[in-house]
């Protein structure tokens, strides 16, 4: 059994759609960043660095409970524990992980940035705004180069760089991007939600999320985006 400690923002959710796929056994034990749940003492024994998803495994390597963090480190370690979406031939194999891992560098900070100088710094600051705007529309124009030579972003084969990077690129709509001028990357967003486990992951997204919204109510939340406060609390969790 699979238990995945997370909250389902996009790094949450590609470990849903690879536990979907895979027909793993699995629950989602539900984290509250919002709540500051990440900071609680047997959180981060999973998580030390504080952040979702964190996935337990209780038949782990060599028996017995195993505990992962990072997203992109669980998908490879699905992967190679269901024996699926992560290919065995070597090139297709490299290129799978250099395409996750461009998902991991690239797109997860950069969208993340943008989202943040967007939608919730404290002051308007022009110049974070339009570099990661600029950056994130980039990045949109990379997959949709890659898409135009491969048909699916890590090789020819659906995989866990696919994965990875669709729950980042999905609100394309919400960021003004221009469909029209990337149909390889619309192509590729059409075959993804025609997955069983892409459209389970939308719905059972929505719904952890509605799930977590009304157990915050009425309870304290901490300011998530104040990064000295967050140091303090890690500090304290961890008598540091
Ligand atoms: N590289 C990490 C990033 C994880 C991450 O940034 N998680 C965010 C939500 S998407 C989080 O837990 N934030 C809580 C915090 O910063 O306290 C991964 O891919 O797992």
Partial sequence: MIELHSTPTPNGQKVMIMLEECGLEWTHVDVSIRLGDQFAPEYLKLSPNNKIPAIVDTDGPGGGRYTMMESGAILIYLAEKAGKFLPAGERDRFDTLQWLIFQMAHIGPMFGQAHHFNNYAKDKIQYAID?????QA???QVLENRLGESEWIGCAEYSIADMANYPWVKGWENYGLDDAAHPNFMRWMAAMEA???????NEMAAEIRERMKKDAEGRQEINIFDT???KDM???ATGS
């Fill in 131 to 135: 570099r990661y705007n600029n950056e």
């Fill in 138 to 140: 980039r990045l949109y």
């Fill in 195 to 201: 997955r069983p486990a892409v459209r389970r992951n």
């Fill in 228 to 230: 000295k406060e967050n």
């Fill in 234 to 236: 890690l500090a304290k």
